[in-house]
């Protein structure tokens, strides 16, 4: 079984979408895992990543009852320079990059905050929302 960080294989440009939801966060040498993403992706291509938002205001909140700190194989906490600056240095072009709360499956972690999946609905927040969404492509 192949790992998230060796190439991946599959030809130059073979993919029109590639998607990171929650990985990223897992991955040592994330750049080499981006790379690879930009790689497979053709010409105007679509990387989409999601992890969790190193400024999210849970994370004071709820301190080490926070999500990223519950997975003991986290080792990359990202803030919206730092995912951007990954994306960009892999040769990708950023069209997006916002922060969100999931309130469909808030309390995974937490078992707590479970409740508040009554809300049930994924919230776009100016800066502060748990969760990174970006959306990257490739240039050409």
Same mark, same amino acid.
């Given at each position: 079984m192949q790992g998230a960080e060796e190439p991946f294989a599959f030809p =130059?440009?073979?993919?029109?979408?590639?998607?990171? #939801?929650?990985?990223?966060?897992h991955l040592p040498r994330y750049p080499a895992a981006l790379a690879s993403c930009r790689r497979c992706l053709r010409p105007g291509g679509k990387l989409f990543v999601i992890t969790l938002n190193a400024h999210s205001?849970?994370?004071?909140? #709820?301190?080490?009852?926070?999500?990223?700190?519950?997975?003991?194989?986290?080792?990359h906490m990202?803030?919206?320079?730092?995912?951007?600056?990954?994306? =960009?240095?892999?040769g990708l072009e950023v069209e997006a990059l916002k922060t969100e709360s999931n309130f469909c499956s808030v309390g995974e972690g937490t078992k707590f905050l479970k409740p508040l999946r009554v809300i049930g609905r994924?919230?776009?927040?100016?800066?502060?929302?748990?969760?990174?969404l970006a959306v990257a492509r490739r240039p050409g």
């Open positions: =130059e440009g073979h993919f029109d979408a590639v998607t990171l #939801l929650d990985v990223i966060e205001l849970a994370r004071p909140l #709820l301190g080490k009852r926070w999500a990223w700190y519950q997975d003991p194989t986290h080792v990202f803030s919206p320079r730092m995912l951007r600056r990954g994306l =960009e240095e892999a994924v919230v776009h927040t100016p800066a502060f929302g748990d969760s990174l």
